[in-house]
């Protein structure tokens, strides 16, 4: 899953970051309200963090603009404030939770797949395509009763193409999704774990993930 961290603290989305990867998410992240906003509108995100103490743009203004945008991605805020009258401005500017600095990462992480887990039908917890069964609050992946061994980069290009099954994803939507904003997106990346985790499926026939010339890869329904 795609995650984008706002938050002027370079410690802290270092902290977060190295965190969340760990746990199968790809992060981008911005140090300011303005550029955070922009990646926010533009860029297809699973969940956004957003701290309230923002330079350029507070958050409050960033979580306002986006829901008027229609941007309606789990928001969860950050922020040093502990006050009631902070916290439900933040709520009532939009954000979905609410989460006061200093904070342990178990607690983050589990606000995050609480946030992730509504509506169900939206995001949900298991996915399963023929005998293909992904889930992703224990990041197990199973083909049929077997349990495969992926690394949690297999797992984010499996789990994206499985959620999108019969679609046809290019490399870049792949690259998008499952690595950060910094990738080199003209590389054979997507190619080689594409080839990875047909070797981990025994997909030699395509029967599971199909080359669609010219455009990308769809997982078969």
């Known amino acids: ?17 190295k965190g969340l990867e760990n746990k199968s ?13 922009k990646m926010a509108l533009y860029g297809e995100y699973d969940f956004i963090i957003l701290d309230v103490m923002l330079p350029k743009k507070d958050g409050i203004e960033v979580c306002r603009l986006l829901r008027k945008s229609n941007i309606n991605t ?14 439900i401005k933040g709520l009532d500017s939009g954000a979905d939770d609410y989460l006061i600095k ?39 992946v199973r083909k049929g009763s077997e349990i495969l ?17 019969g679609k046809v994803l ?4 792949i690259i998008d999704h499952c690595w ?11 190619d080689v774990y594409i080839k990875r985790l047909r070797k981990k499926l025994d997909d030699k026939n395509e ?8 455009l990308g890869y769809k997982f078969k329904e």
């Open 180 to 190: 950060d904003f910094a990738y080199d997106s003209f590389s054979n990346i997507v």
């Open 170 to 173: 290019n490399r870049e939507q």
């Open 1 to 17: 899953m795609r995650l984008l961290l706002v938050e002027d603290q370079k410690k802290m989305v270092a902290y977060i970051k």
């Open 74 to 87: 789990p928001i969860l805020m950050l922020t040093a404030r502990d006050g009631i009258d902070d916290r």
């Open 102 to 140: 200093p904070f342990a990462f178990g607690e983050l992480l589990a606000r995050i797949r609480a946030l992730l887990r509504r509506p169900p039908s939206k995001n949900p917890e298991i996915f399963k395509v023929q005998d293909i069964t992904v889930d992703n609050s224990t990041l197990e």
């Open 207 to 214: 029967k599971y993930i199909e080359t669609i010339r010219g």
């Open 149 to 165: 061994n992926l690394t949690l980069k297999e797992y984010s290009v499996l789990e994206y193409l499985l959620r999108n099954k």
């Open 25 to 37: 998410f790809s992060v981008d992240f911005a140090y300011d309200g303005q550029e955070g906003e």
